[in-house]
């Protein structure tokens, strides 16, 4: 049973910073690209950032230079570093990855959300 399992959400105030973790667990060949998407209240679901295992990364562009994403393979971890958050940031953080398995191809994991609230 492959599963995401997030970190890291919380309370922050305008300006500050959070660093998420989501840690792939189970039996699997190996990982390719892994992501970082929020869905705020009454809001679509949308990309935050991707990471391909060779360590390409894509951004939206609201949060272009101010938040990382990256990943340690040998972990089967990534991470999302985010600085100067704003209020309207505030959503449901949703890890996302793309495995291999050993019979059964790639397929598309979900961890189960974590919550990050700007406010002060």
């Known amino acids: 049973q492959v599963q995401l399992v997030e970190s890291g959400g919380g309370l922050v105030q305008p300006g500050g910073s959070l660093r998420l973790s989501c840690a792939a667990s189970g039996s699997f060949f190996c990982i390719n690209a892994m992501g970082w998407y929020r869905q705020a209240p009454g809001k679509e679901r949308e990309l935050v950032a991707t990471i391909t295992r060779g360590g390409r990364t894509n951004y939206a562009d609201s949060v272009k230079g101010r938040l990382t994403i990256s990943r340690d393979n040998a972990k089967n971890t990534v991470y999302l570093q985010m600085n100067s958050l704003k209020p309207e940031e505030t959503a449901v953080y949703y890890c996302?990855?793309?495995?291999?398995?050993?019979?059964?191809?790639?397929?598309?994991?979900w961890g189960q959300g974590t919550q990050v609230t700007v406010s002060s």
């Open positions: 996302n990855a793309l495995i291999v398995l050993y019979a059964q191809g790639v397929n598309d994991y």
